[in-house]
Nanobody, 112 residues
């Protein structure tokens, strides 16, 4: 199993970023996938999940601002992040929580 995130960077408050996760080594379409983030000095925080049928769930802290999606044909997971806030600064991980597979993370930094 390999999960490789990309798309992080530095953005001003109110800006947008789109994170991507390339998955390989397993049948991507058969698993629910999640995004988890970890801010400096804090523990991991679940952000969002999407199941095999496309149903989604979000943490209250990102609801209405973030959108998770998947493209099973491309074995890809996405997180569209809008209206970013400084408190969204974190290392963002793509995760297959079943069996505990995580990527290496992509850094998001929100600051003016």
């Amino acid at each position: 199993v390999q999960l490789v995130e990309s798309g992080g960077g530095m953005v001003q408050p109110g800006g947008s970023l789109r994170l991507s996760c390339a998955a390989s080594g397993f049948t991507f379409s058969s698993y629910g996938m999640s995004w988890v983030r970890q801010a400096p000095g804090k523990g991991p925080e679940w952000v969002s999940a999407i199941n095999t049928g496309g149903s989604t769930a979000y943490a209250d802290s990102v609801k209405g601002r973030f959108t998770i999606s998947r493209d099973n044909a491309k074995n890809a997971l996405y997180l569209q992040m809008n209206s970013l806030k400084p408190e969204d600064t974190a290392l963002y991980y793509c995760a297959r929580l079943v069996s505990g597979y995580w990527g290496q993370g992509t850094q998001v930094f929100v600051s003016s």
